[in-house]
């Protein structure tokens, strides 16, 4: 097989489109090695703990990051981690159902549903002060491709009740 400018070019292109994408994904993930370096002692009621060798804190953005385990076990807790609802409990399970923050935003949609573009985004945005979730719904409109200049419309804001999964609209 021969090989001539063209091809060569087109495979230097080709080769510069997949690679590129790893330059754009590396500020994704930070670096924390230093905290992984530092030993922490952690102080439970006064009395000095270290977690074991496998189990470290990171301090990132002058924040420590613990293992919610080891912690809880330390006050004498049990943990569950349930996957399904990304949903981690200290202590006492709740006596009735509680819906999860990814449960609520799902419940949202669905009520939704009709209504929805795939442009649309249903995110949770904070808890109120009755203990109920806040989920907005929104979509990004760009005004001008290159400048990127771009605002969010917000097609409502929505409650919903952890414990009974009932929602109420905002607006």
Known sequence: MKWDLKSFMGGIIVGSVLFSGIAIAAPAYPDVTEGIKTPFTYYFDGVPKSPSTEVKGIMYKNSVYVPIRFVAENLNKP???????????????????????????????????????????VEYDHDDEKGH???????????????????????????????????KSLL
């Open 133 to 167: 979730y806040v989920i907005q719904v929104y979509q990004t409109i760009v005004n001008n491709f290159q400048s990127g200049d771009s605002y969010t419309s917000t097609y409502g804001w929505f409650v919903v009740n952890p414990n009974t999964g009932e929602i």
């Open 79 to 121: 943990v569950i981690y349930d996957q399904k609802t990304k949903s981690i409990y200290i202590g006492k399970l709740p006596v009735a159902k509680m819906y999860s923050k990814m449960e609520a935003v799902e419940l949202v949609k669905k009520k939704l549903a009709g209504s929805l573009t795939p442009a649309h985004v």
